[in-house]
């Protein structure tokens, strides 16, 4: 596929010489969703923002479809935004708010009835179209604010946070509609969120980022599977992270004990972060195991058991569809490949 969207070299500043983005370098394909996610105040927002021409970097190239659009305002990209605040007009119906943007064009009457039919229908919305937007649920608000947005025949979409003001259950329906809408059409979207199951839910590919940079970019399997480093394995999914070393290649030394692992490559004595998954901890019998600890607490979670284990030097968080008693002593194995070996992050 195509690069529709890059970013090469952005950096971006506060008035106070603080950098809010560091170097960004970023390819985004054509017809792919594409999903920033972090924390708040990492800048995946503002990379959205300059991506749609309401901010302007201090340096670096934005480029669309190969072509430089740095100082092209917002209206003349072929881009949309929908953000979580839908910013609908409140004394215009359905109909009208989608139809707006193209009023604004001048497009005759009669293309704006088939492509205002044409959106309802994919927001499922038929029928809706005399509707008061202020009649509306939060989710039908949001289909209405995806389809103003998507009327106008954009290449990509870009999304800021448009969930977050859904209840679970309507967040958890509205990810697989966003999903099935962008296969349908055959756009690119760019996604901004900070919750790790909808990027995992929807995405082609997901850029991690902290700190004003990428640290991944990736399918979600592999970003959740081979994190990079210590922060991508605690932001994505919950992580047993503790300090060891490499006394060679292939085995790794944490708690005192050694392991069995995958991992070569480091040095010798080499400080890494050990990454291990609470559902890849199994139970054993304490006298058979390596790692030994005290279930502290056991919470149902409705697929397992979540229990935390205290182990002499570390904390373990461990997922099962059995749950051991509060106060057992239990053992826990943890196989070779599930032992994901990392790099110190660098402060």
């Known amino acids: 596929m195509e ?82 605040r839908y910013a609908l007009f409140p004394h215009l119906n359905v109909y009208e708010n989608i139809a707006f943007g193209l009023r604004v064009k001048k497009v005759p009457e009669k293309e704006i009835v088939r492509r205002v039919g044409e959106m309802l229908e994919i927001v499922n919305l038929m029928g809706y179209e005399k509707r ?75 850029v991690v980022m902290n700190n004003g940079s990428i640290q ?19 932001f994505i999914g919950e992580s047993n992270i503790i300090s060891g070393t490499m006394p060679e290649d292939f085995i790794v030394e944490f708690n005192g004990k050694k392991f069995e692992c995958v991992d070569s490559g480091f040095n010798a004595g080499e400080k890494v972060d050990v990454v291990i998954r609470p559902e890849d901890v199994k139970i054993i019998p304490a006298d058979k195991a390596k790692l030994t600890g005290i279930v502290k607490s056991v919470v149902f979670k409705g697929v397992h058991y979540e229990m935390i284990i205290d182990g002499k030097e570390h904390t373990w968080t461990v997922h099962s569809t059995k749950a051991e008693s509060a106060g057992n002593m239990v053992g826990m194995n943890i196989a070779p490949d599930d032992i994901h070996i990392m790099r110190k992050t660098e402060e």
């Open 132 to 206: 008061s937007v202020n009649r509306l649920s939060g989710g039908q608000q949001q289909r209405v604010a995806i389809a103003r947005a998507l009327v106008n025949h954009p290449k990509v979409l870009l999304l800021d946070e448009p969930l977050g003001a859904l209840d679970l259950k309507l967040r958890k329906e509205m990810q697989i509609e966003l999903r099935k809408i962008q296969q349908e059409l055959e756009l690119t979207f760019i996604y901004v969120t900070h919750d790790q199951e909808e990027a995992l839910t929807m995405s082609d590919s997901i």
């Open 216 to 234: 991944q970019i990736g399918s979600p399997t592999d970003i959740y599977n081979e994190p990079v480093n210590a922060f991508v394995a605690d």
């Open 3 to 84: 690069n529709i969207v890059s970013l090469q070299n952005i950096i971006m500043e506060f008035e106070d010489g603080e950098q809010i983005l560091k170097n960004i370098s970023l390819d985004i394909k054509d017809k792919e969703f594409v999903t920033f996610l972090g924390p708040s105040g990492c800048g995946k927002t503002t990379t959205l923002r300059i991506i749609a021409g309401f901010l302007e970097p201090k340096s670096g190239d934005v480029l669309f479809e190969g072509k430089r659009i740095n100082g092209m305002p917002p209206h003349k990209r072929n881009v949309n935004t929908v953000f979580q």
